[in-house]
């Protein structure tokens, strides 16, 4: 990295961290430009140069969250991948507190950001998200448990659009539910209550 590409990341790097401290105080929309760069400690034109509008600016934020949220999975997908061609049905079961927790706390750890995006989806790729997903994830266990292929997008939309309806009414909430009982509420919802 040569020393302008450097100043360019460290000054990125203030304003998402001003953002996320502001987001600590106020709701997004009401967060200005002049804050953003106060809290940064940079000019009002250095803004300009790095983002059009704050839309921008928490579409970055919100990508280097999703990136270091990642970061704590393992990234040999052709390891996941064959996992997921020779597991058993019952370890291809996600709606479950082993992954649910971990998603589950760093939104809650991060709700201000979440709640700022799910307000503002319009600003986001979310298709591509969603689409990685399908294409690594859901698609093999779909395949592995003999659903058509025509029918994986519309079984992929419920589960993906019923779990981001729970986690919003979470947020409006202010995670006052535990991760736990969060995690207990979705698989309700999926499998049915235990009698």
Same mark, same amino acid.
């Given at each position: 990295?040569?020393?302008?590409?450097?100043?360019?990341?460290?000054?990125?790097?203030?304003?998402?961290?001003?953002?996320?401290?502001?987001?600590?105080?106020? #709701?997004?929309?009401?967060?200005?430009?002049?804050?953003?760069?106060?809290?940064?400690?940079?000019?009002?034109?250095?803004?300009?140069?790095?983002?059009?509008?704050?839309?921008?600016?928490?579409?970055?934020?919100?990508?280097?969250?999703?990136? +270091?949220?990642?970061?704590?999975?393992?990234?040999?997908?052709?390891?996941?991948? =064959?996992?997921?061609?020779?597991?058993? #049905?019952?370890?291809?079961?996600?709606?479950?507190?082993?992954?649910?927790? #971990?998603?589950?706390?760093?939104?809650? +750890?991060? =709700?201000?950001?979440?709640?700022?995006?799910?307000?503002?989806?319009?600003?986001?790729?979310?298709?591509?998200?969603?689409?990685?997903?399908?294409?690594?994830?859901? +698609?093999?266990?779909?395949? =592995?448990?003999?659903?058509?292929?025509?029918?994986?997008?519309?079984?992929?939309?419920?589960?993906?659009?019923?779990?981001?309806?729970?986690?919003?009414?979470?947020?409006? +909430?202010?995670?006052?539910?535990?991760?736990?009982?969060?995690?207990?509420?979705?698989?309700?919802?999926?499998?049915?209550?235990?009698?």
């Amino acid at each position: 990295m040569n020393k302008s590409e450097s100043r360019y990341f460290n000054t990125a790097v203030k304003f998402d961290r001003a953002l996320l401290t502001l987001l600590e105080k106020k #709701p997004f929309d009401y967060i200005t430009v002049s804050e953003l760069c106060a809290e940064a400690g940079v000019n009002r034109s250095t803004f300009y140069l790095h983002y059009e509008n704050t839309c921008d600016l928490l579409q970055e934020t919100t990508a280097y969250l999703l990136e +270091d949220f990642m970061s704590v999975f393992p990234s040999d997908y052709n390891g996941i991948r =064959r996992k997921l061609e020779t597991s058993t #049905p019952d370890e291809l079961n996600f709606i479950h507190s082993q992954y649910l927790h #971990p998603y589950l706390t760093y939104i809650r +750890d991060n =709700r201000r950001v979440f709640a700022a995006v799910l307000s503002h989806p319009a600003t986001f790729r979310f298709e591509a998200i969603f689409q990685k997903l399908f294409d690594d994830i859901f +698609d093999p266990i779909l395949d =592995r448990f003999r659903y058509p292929a025509e029918d994986r997008k519309y079984i992929m939309m419920f589960y993906l659009n019923g779990l981001t309806a729970i986690v919003q009414e979470w947020l409006k +909430d202010g995670c006052e539910k535990s991760v736990e009982e969060i995690t207990e509420l979705i698989r309700c919802c999926i499998f049915g209550k235990k009698v």
